[in-house]
């Protein structure tokens, strides 16, 4: 029989309760520990449907958002065979290990990097592993890096609801995780796509964050739909999750990330954000 606990959920599943993602004893249930040499308080995955949209961007400026507000800040980069996270940073040097773990890559706004990347003595060498290798190697970045004392750990996540997903949230206590999107036509199916994988997983959906949502004109300040009218706020208000900002088609962005210092922009789209 499926054993009660005090707040009413079961042992096995936070499905239908009320406290589901909330409450302290689901961090218990996690499969792979934390390096003994990390205390990280909040695990938040930044996911989307599909490729291309910005996600990486997105990841790196919420962790910029934290930073700004002075916390201490981690990306663990996820997307295996697609790392972007060093290279916006501008970070290239090798991780360095011991005993006790791989210490994570420092970047100039002391925001900690582990990724793929930092472990190649080539960083441009392909990534060829089967889904269970890339997968085991996501969980390695939570056992074996020491990640020392995060306030925030961002998961970038590779595209889609595939592997490694999975794997983050079947062993990582992730608090949380925002979608990322585009406002293009097949949005609303994808969107729904990675809510509902989040759901099942018992991961709460703190909300979305659409990018590409506009140009703004240099001369005229007018806002350009390029990709068509968004419909992120219909879909946000149908699944009941706040949308957390929307990010224009920037060149100082685009810069920022081709000069490789991320770790410099002051991302006025996304601040107000509770995570
Ligand atoms: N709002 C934006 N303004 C300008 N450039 C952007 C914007 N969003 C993303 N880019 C640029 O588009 C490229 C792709 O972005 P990013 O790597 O974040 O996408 P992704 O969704 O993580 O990709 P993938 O799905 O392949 O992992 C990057 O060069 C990034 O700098």
Redesign the pocket.
């Known amino acids: 029989m499926t054993e009660k606990n005090n707040s009413g959920c079961s042992q096995e599943s936070c499905s239908g309760c009320a406290q589901a993602g909330t409450c302290q004893s689901k961090k218990e249930d996690f499969g792979a520990p934390v390096n003994a040499h990390s205390q990280i308080r909040k695990v938040i995955g930044v996911i989307?449907g599909?490729?291309?949209?910005?996600?990486?961007?997105?990841t790196g400026s919420l962790a910029r958002m934290m930073r700004e507000k002075g916390y201490t800040v981690g990306i663990l980069d996820a997307?295996i065979t697609?790392p972007?996270i060093p290279k916006?940073y501008g970070v290239h040097e090798m991780a360095k290990g011991t005993e006790d773990g791989i210490f994570p890559c420092i970047a100039q706004d002391k925001t900690r990097i582990m990724s793929v990347n930092l472990l190649l003595e080539d960083e441009d060498a392909p990534v060829i592993w089967r889904g269970p290798v890339v997968s085991g190697v996501v969980t390695q970045f939570w056992t074996d890096v020491i990640w020392g004392d995060l306030d925030y750990l961002f998961v970038?996540m590779?595209?889609g609801t595939g592997d490694v997903p999975l794997t983050v949230f079947q062993s990582l206590p992730v608090d949380g995780v925002v979608i990322?999107t585009s406002p293009q036509d097949l949005v609303r199916m994808i969107v729904k796509k990675a809510y509902n994988m989040a759901k099942q997983m018992n991961i709460p959906v703190l909300g979305v964050v659409e990018?590409?949502s506009y140009v703004k004109c240099p001369d005229c300040g007018k806002e350009i739909n390029v990709f068509g009218e968004s419909h992120i706020e219909e879909i946000a208000a149908e699944l009941e999750i706040p949308v957390l900002g929307k990010?224009?088609?920037?060149?100082k962005?685009?810069e920022a990330?081709?000069a490789e210092k991320f770790y410099e922009t002051e991302n006025p789209y996304l601040q107000n954000i509770e995570l």
């Not at 599909?50 to 997105?58: D, I, P, Q, T």
């Not at 990010?247 to 060149?251: G, K, R």
Request: charge should be negative.
């Open positions: 989307s599909k490729g291309g949209v910005g996600k990486s961007l997105v997307d697609g972007s916006m970038d590779p595209p990322v990018n590409y990010i224009p088609i920037d060149a962005i685009a990330v081709e």
